[in-house]
């Protein structure tokens, strides 16, 4: 079993940044995927980014307001955390940011049913 703690999330202005953390704990995930999602009000969780451990091992979003570029996903595995590093965010990045950690093929990193554990949450809200 493993739980994951997000935290970091908070209110910024468009245009700000933010670092959002999420400890694992329960087992070491240092072989498993570790990944981000959102969720805004009124529509589905998505993917916003993913890390494994070997190369190559980030991948983001490529919707039309993609990820990349602007968030940088990251981990620690000798303190069990993924990172999510935003910057030049929008009101449009305004959801609930939620950690997950599974194993999996590279294909299929980017769907929520592919993980296997996921933390609580932590609200991100980006003022215009």
């Known amino acids: 079993q493993v739980e994951l703690v997000e935290s970091g999330g908070g209110l910024v202005q468009a245009g700000g940044s933010l670092r959002l953390s999420c400890a694992a704990s329960g087992r070491t995930v240092s072989s498993l995927i570790m990944g981000w999602f959102r969720q805004a009000p009124g529509k589905e969780r998505e993917f916003v980014a993913a890390?494994?451990?070997?190369?190559?091992?980030?991948?983001?979003?490529w919707n039309a307001d993609s990820a990349k570029g602007r968030f940088t996903i990251s981990r620690d595995d000798a303190k069990n955390t993924v990172f999510l590093r935003m910057s030049s965010l929008k009101p449009e990045d305004t959801a609930l940011y939620y950690c997950?950690?599974?194993?999996?093929?590279?294909?299929?990193?980017?769907?929520?049913?592919?993980?296997?554990?996921w933390g609580q949450g932590t609200q991100v809200t980006v003022s215009s």
């Open positions: 997950a950690v599974g194993a999996m093929e590279s294909s299929h990193i980017k769907y929520a049913g592919s993980y296997d554990y």
């Open positions: 890390i494994k451990r070997t190369s190559p091992n980030t991948y983001y979003a």
